[in-house]
């Protein structure tokens, strides 16, 4: 909210001056310089033509919106975003306009905050729409500036802190945008400060990195693509990830790494073809100077055959814990070392290892699969000559049970599969209620370490194993369980997991083909009241426990328990725990 004439005065954090219109700084304390703001505002609106009351942020559409500094800053962007994780702390990134094109929120929290002053993508936040803020003032004043509370001009923002930073070109100085961090009063703007110092900085070194004349040609490339449709594109250097559009945005860290290997090894004519989380992908690489400065566009994926059902073990699920589980298996298929799939039994070690859930065809040809069980029958001349000529002829080799080996067969094979150059194609699955039973045994041996989680961790897929399993029963079944006889399910602790299921899924869909389950439908046991038992206790006493040893940190905590985050969570909103 500037005019050529007069400029409000605001707070420059980093050297705490007052800038009185274009007058010199003044020296001030924070506070006095804070309530020289209100009091310039409140002076100065009428003669600005500002209204008394704002109440609702200006909106403008996407056709208004250049989305040429988003697609730039994106990658950046939200990596920094996902540091906020948990912190309430939302991010915008807007243009020099004050437009905002896109916004970053630290949890539900952060989203919340956001959402209750009216920050979206396309809200006009520049000072002449709403006056003194976070995103406006720093654009009219060229400076980081931090608006807390009152200062703010807009009744919208008197609960938030906004602090935000310009967004400078690195070599011509051009004005380009701002970042702004927001949340409300609950979080010390000295941490917000610093933060917004090292964002800009780390902004600046990666626009910093287009200046080379590889990446300027990508540049210009990627925005000539974008304009086009909607085709995912990634441009990579030697460092990493470089740029995407909004349709990449789906790919994990770990397809990200798979994509830039697959574009290296592209032909002649820059074609190549890669597997991801989301299936086979084709590729086109144009490649640029600098190394290993490509840009890539994704193909449509190609069709593929469903994979055949598998009655006892299916590989189905979309919650966070399996989906998780699937993404470490096909990152460990990738490594030069072997990978140990550990559990409770019946959880689906055997088909992750066979790879029916990493690879979308279906389970993995020409899979070698060695029984540990079998050592004693066989005797340990036999069994380790099958070992070592599954090494050399295999493609692929599973060792079932491995729980059941001595030290002595365990040292022995660690000692045969570490001879072979290709160790990455051996896994090995044990059964284990427990992280730390095996996680010496992965040591020793080098190896990879996936936890697959138990079936009670996996409630968001009860209704499509359930579905599953009575199709593989009965072809053609359509029994489904009510949201009622679900939420039972859900609560039940299947101590015998995906086998568990599978045998009430039977027992129902032979005394019933189609219709809905209710609740007295479901075994007795199903629907006997769940109580705190000893083992659940000891859950909770022992994620308080390294809530504890983490300082609250959740992330930490479920590193210190070997269990994903996600269980974590759930955990700690079944047993009503907090941070």
């Known amino acids: 909210m500037t005019s050529p004439r007069t400029r409000p005065a605001?707070?420059?954090?980093?050297?705490?001056?007052?800038?009185?219109?274009?007058?010199?700084?003044?020296?001030?304390?924070?506070?006095?310089?804070?309530?020289?703001?209100?009091?310039?505002?409140?002076?100065?609106?009428?003669?600005?033509?500002?209204?008394?009351?704002?109440?609702?942020?200006?909106?403008?559409?996407?056709?208004?919106?250049?989305?040429?500094?988003?697609?730039?800053?994106?990658?950046?962007?939200?990596?920094?975003?996902?540091?906020?994780?948990?912190?309430?702390?939302?991010?915008?990134?807007?243009?020099?306009?004050?437009?905002?094109?896109?916004?970053?929120?630290?949890?539900?929290?952060?989203?919340?905050?956001?959402?209750?002053?009216?920050?979206?993508?396309?809200?006009?936040?520049?000072?002449?729409?709403?006056?003194?803020?976070?995103?406006?003032?720093?654009?009219?004043?060229?400076?980081?500036?931090?608006?807390?509370?009152?200062?703010?001009?807009?009744?919208?923002y008197r609960a938030a802190i906004c602090t935000g930073a310009p967004i400078f070109h690195p070599v011509t100085r051009e004005l380009l945008g701002a970042v702004t961090l927001s949340c409300d009063t609950a979080h010390q703007s000295q941490l917000l400060q610093a933060l917004i110092r090292t964002l800009t900085t780390n902004l600046e070194h990666h626009m910093l990195t287009f200046e080379q004349p590889g990446t300027r040609q990508l540049l210009d490339e990627f925005l000539r693509h974008s304009r086009q449709g909607g085709t995912p594109l990634l441009g990579f250097d030697s460092a990493g990830l470089l740029v995407q559009n909004a349709s990449a945005a789906r790919f994990s860290p770990e397809d990200l790494v798979a994509i830039q290997q697959a574009a290296a090894n592209a032909d002649a004519r820059g074609r190549s073809r890669g597997d991801t989380s989301l299936g086979h992908i084709d590729l086109l690489v144009d490649r640029f100077p600098g190394a290993g400065t490509v840009l890539v566009r994704v193909a449509p994926a190609r069709p593929v055959t469903p994979p055949p059902i598998r009655p006892t073990l299916p590989l189905l699920g979309a919650s966070p814990e399996w989906r998780e589980t699937v993404q470490l298996v096909t990152?460990?298929?990738?490594?030069?070392?072997?990978?140990?799939?550990?559990?409770?039994?019946?959880?689906?070690?055997?088909?992750?290892?066979?790879?029916?859930?990493?690879?979308?065809?279906?389970?993995?040809?020409?899979?070698?699969?060695?029984?540990a069980a079998g050592l004693p029958i066989l005797g340990t001349h036999r069994w380790f000559a099958r070992l070592e000529h599954f090494l050399a002829t295999e493609p692929q080799i599973i060792i079932k049970n491995a729980e059941v080996l001595d030290r002595a067969a365990r040292e022995a094979t660690r000692s045969v599969i570490a001879a072979h150059a290709h160790a990455g194609r051996v896994m090995l699955?044990?059964?284990?209620?427990?992280?730390?039973?095996?996680?010496?045994?992965?040591?020793?041996?080098?190896?990879?370490?996936?936890?697959?989680?138990?079936?009670?961790?996996?409630?968001?897929?009860?209704?499509?194993?359930w579905a599953r399993f009575a199709d593989a029963e009965v072809p053609g079944a359509h029994v489904r369980p009510s949201a009622e006889a679900l939420r039972l399910l859900q609560r039940h602790a299947w101590p015998g997991n995906l086998r568990e299921l599978q045998a009430v899924?039977?027992?129902?869909?032979?005394?019933?083909?189609?219709?809905?389950?209710?609740?007295?439908?479901?075994?007795?046991?199903?629907?006997?009241?769940?109580?705190?038992?000893?083992?659940?206790?000891?859950?909770?006493?022992?994620?308080?426990?390294?809530?504890?040893?983490?300082?609250?940190?959740?992330?930490?905590?479920?590193?210190?328990?070997?269990?994903?985050?996600?269980t974590v969570y759930r955990k700690m909103k079944s047993y009503r725990l907090s941070s």
Do not use: Y
Request: glycine share 10%; charged share 25%.
């Open 331 to 371: 990152s460990a298929r990738r490594s030069s070392r072997p990978t140990i799939i550990a559990g409770e039994a019946a959880t689906g070690k055997t088909s992750l290892a066979l790879g029916a859930a990493a690879d979308v065809h279906g389970p993995a040809t020409g899979a070698a699969i060695l029984e």
């Open 429 to 465: 699955t044990m059964t284990a209620d427990t992280p730390t039973a095996v996680e010496s045994f992965a040591l020793s041996l080098g190896a990879h370490l996936v936890q697959v989680p138990p079936l009670r961790d996996r409630g968001a897929d009860l209704a499509e194993l």
């Open 10 to 156: 605001q707070i420059d954090f980093a050297k705490e001056t007052v800038l009185c219109g274009d007058g010199p700084p003044v020296r001030a304390s924070a506070v006095a310089a804070r309530q020289h703001i209100v009091d310039s505002w409140v002076r100065s609106k009428s003669a600005l033509g500002m209204p008394d009351r704002i109440t609702s942020v200006p909106v403008v559409t996407e056709d208004e919106l250049d989305d040429t500094l988003l697609e730039v800053l994106h990658t950046p962007m939200a990596s920094f975003a996902r540091s906020l994780d948990g912190t309430g702390v939302g991010l915008l990134l807007a243009d020099a306009q004050g437009r905002i094109l896109e916004r970053w929120a630290g949890g539900s929290h952060g989203k919340k905050h956001l959402d209750r002053v009216g920050t979206v993508r396309g809200s006009v936040l520049s000072e002449g729409a709403v006056g003194t803020n976070g995103v406006g003032t720093v654009l009219a004043t060229r400076r980081p500036t931090q608006v807390v509370m009152n200062e703010h001009f807009s009744e919208l």
């Open 505 to 566: 899924v039977a027992d129902i869909v032979a005394r019933k083909r189609f219709g809905v389950i209710e609740p007295e439908e479901l075994p007795a046991s199903l629907r006997a009241p769940q109580t705190t038992g000893l083992i659940e206790r000891a859950e909770a006493e022992a994620i308080t426990r390294a809530l504890r040893e983490a300082g609250g940190n959740r992330g930490r905590a479920a590193e210190i328990l070997g269990i994903s985050r996600a």
